[in-house]
């Protein structure tokens, strides 16, 4: 029987595997494929190949090209939820012990009790923190990735040491390391989710994203099962309690590099505000250390090679902890109320007036916690280039006020002044430079709990 010759045949045939015959009187010019030696060869190959396609399918987005840092993404994501699943085994035991499996008196309702009580804690844990932090996830991606990791380590350690304090104690620690879970859980869904959104922008669509990292997830599991399995019999051959107390911490540090390692590969292009903090102040410093009157006049087209930062570079840089960054001596307060700034700055209406092309107020104030501080205020139609150029000029304005050392108040009328004419000069570029660095400055992550009320107040 006589069959079409098809690429892949084409691909790894010999060429004595076959015969070509071509009909006499006919036009018809295809090829037929007469005998074929079916090689073990080509057999093999044609396994391999259609292995490789199902594990691609199963596993692997539809990407043309995989963004760059996706399989070291998925190589610390492995590691870090491997070594999750040992230190689990370890916390478990320590739990059963708790709760009385192999003492004797030890009862299944009372054992019931505690696990009710324990989920119980965990779900109100989970609810609460959701209806506190739940709007704050998205402005800090990364922070709140690491936070979700950390918490569960916090947990799986009031698991494991829950049975070295009084029995009275036990329910109260794991309690506890059930409200840590919960609220793991919660942070880490909301953040894993902004991720799988990053990679499925590179590409790709969010639910097949979402359903790779699942698939992957599973067999990350199933091979954890296997090397907890060994562990735990391995840690109950040795018995001591220091060795159990010395791997769990060497799996919690590599579970904590791994989640760093894993953050680092995820470059978001949009500002929050440690990220536009970085830029701002790279390119700041290279403005304002290169002119030489400290007013810098407008340019146009850029006379300074300033160089900014990409998102690749800032990702390595920005902080993921949730620490305060070095702003000097003037921290930001972003989005205050209009009765905020009223309060702090007694700002006159005159002082409004002078900033509503800006589509924000911005002032300097002692009145909050007896520091100075740079109360912003936006208007409720501005946009998110407004609110970009609102976090930019207010750390020009902190810029200047920390390196020319002002703590008079009588100053600050001036450098105000000073600060509000080099925004409007170096915005522009500041903006272009941006987009050129790889920057989305159509979305950004600043407005989180913004009090946008002076529109209320001035329509």
């Not at 994501?77 to 916390?91: G, H």
């Not at 879970?181 to 990053?198: H, P």
Request: proline share 2%.
């Amino acid at each position: 029987m006589t069959t079409f010759i098809s690429q892949l045949d084409l691909l790894f045939l010999r060429e004595d595997d076959f015969v070509i015959k071509v009909p006499p009187k006919n036009d018809v010019s295809f090829v037929q494929k007469m005998s074929v030696g079916a090689s073990p060869r080509k057999m093999l190959l044609r396994q391999i190949i259609s292995i490789k396609r199902m594990i691609s399918s199963t596993f692997v987005p539809n990407m043309k090209v995989l963004p760059e840092g996706y399989w070291s993404y998925v190589y610390w994501n492995a590691l870090q939820d491997l070594s999750t699943s040992c230190r689990s085994v370890l916390a478990t035991q320590r739990v059963l012990e708790g709760i009385g499996v192999g003492r004797e008196g030890a009862t299944a309702i009372s054992a019931t009790l505690n696990f009710i009580v324990r989920d119980g804690a965990g779900m109100m844990a989970g609810l609460i923190f959701t209806a506190m932090k739940a709007s704050h996830f998205r402005y800090n991606v990364k922070k709140w990735k690491l936070f979700a990791d950390c918490i569960v380590d916090l947990g799986l350690t009031l698991e494991l040491s829950s049975t070295l304090l009084p029995r009275q104690f036990f329910l109260p620690m794991i309690c506890m390391a059930s409200m840590c879970k919960s609220i793991c859980g919660v942070a880490a869904g909301a953040s894993g989710g902004a991720i799988q959104v990053y990679w499925a922008d590179k590409g790709s669509d969010i639910s097949e994203v979402n359903s790779k990292f699942g698939a992957q997830s599973t067999i990350t599991g199933a091979i954890g099962l296997i090397f907890s399995a060994m562990f735990a019999q391995s840690i109950s051959k040795t018995g001591s309690a220091h060795f159990v107390w010395l791997i769990y911490t060497i799996l919690t540090i590599v579970h904590i590099f791994a989640n760093i390692q894993c953050l680092k590969h995820i470059h978001l292009d949009y500002f929050n505000k440690d990220r536009m903090d970085i830029v701002s102040r790279y390119f700041l410093d290279i403005c304002l250390r290169d002119d030489e009157e400290g007013s810098i006049k407008s340019r146009g087209e850029s006379k300074l090679k300033v160089k900014m930062l990409t998102p690749k570079e800032v990702s390595k840089k920005e902080s993921l902890f949730f620490l305060s960054l070095n702003r000097g001596n003037y921290p930001i307060i972003f989005g205050a109320s209009m009765d905020d700034l009223y309060a702090a700055t007694l700002c006159s209406a005159n002082d409004i007036v002078k900033q509503l092309d800006n589509r924000y107020i911005i002032k300097v104030s002692k009145v909050f916690n007896r520091r100075w501080k740079i109360i912003v205020a936006m208007d409720v139609q501005a946009s998110e280039e407004d609110y970009l150029k609102a976090y930019f000029h207010g750390i020009l304005l902190s810029t200047l006020i920390y390196d020319q050392k002002v703590e008079q108040s009588s100053t600050f009328d001036l450098i105000e002044s000073k600060a509000a004419m080099i925004c409007q000069n170096l915005w522009n570029e500041y903006k272009f430079l941006a987009i050129q660095a790889g920057w989305n400055i159509q979305k950004s992550a600043l407005a989180s709990h913004i009090e946008r009320a002076y529109g209320l107040v001035i329509s």
